[in-house]
Every structure is written in C-alpha cells, then in structure tokens.
Nanobody, 113 residues
C-alpha cells in the first residue's frame, strides 16, 4: 500500500491550499479515508474523514477545529483523496498525512505564517 500526499506549502493566514493523496496497492473505492496532521511538538490529530459509500450516500466528518473551513473529498476513478483548506490559520501549521489505518503516507508540510 502506498499513499502519496502533495499540495502543501507556505501561505499566509486566510489563504487556501488543496492537498491531494494518491493511493495505490488498495482498492481505494472500498475504504474509508482520513486526513490527520501533526503540529510541531504535538501528537497526531485527526482532521477529517470520508466514507467509502457511493457519492449519494457518502459522509464526511471534521474535527471541530477545521469544521466550516476544510472540505474532504475523493475521486475514486483517480484513486485520489483531497483536502480543500480555506481560511487557513497559524494553528493549522503541521505535516498533513493521508491515512487508511494502519497505512499512512509520508506527509506534506503546511506552514501558515
């Protein structure tokens, strides 16, 4: 299983970023997926999750800290998970990982300052 994140960068507060995660080695469409993050000196924090259900029934959930600002989505045809991050805050700084327990990618750095 391989999960490869991209799209991180350095932005100012209030700006946006879109993260992507391309999955291989799994039947992507059959798996619930998540984004987690780790801020410097802190433990890993769950950010958002999305179910594997067909789009009509698909459900997304968010940590309170990102609700209303972040949107998780997926494109099963492309084996890709996304995280649209708007109105970024300094507290959003960290390494963001795509996760399908127990698998996690190498992460992509997001810096808001």
């Amino acid at each position: 299983v391989q999960l490869v994140e991209s799209g991180g960068g350095s932005v100012q507060p209030g700006e946006s970023l879109r993260l992507s995660c391309v999955a291989s080695g799994i039947t992507f469409s059959r798996h619930d997926m998540s984004w987690v993050r780790q801020a410097p000196g802190k433990e890993v924090e769950w950010v958002a999750g999305i179910t594997s259900l067909p789009s009509l029934f698909r459900a997304a959930s968010y940590a309170d800290s990102v609700k209303g600002r972040f949107t998780i989505s997926r494109d099963n045809a492309k084996n890709t998970l996304y995280l649209q991050m708007n109105s970024l805050k300094t507290d959003d700084t960290g390494v963001y990982y795509c996760e399908r327990t127990p698998y996690r990618g190498q992460g992509t750095q997001v810096t808001v300052s």
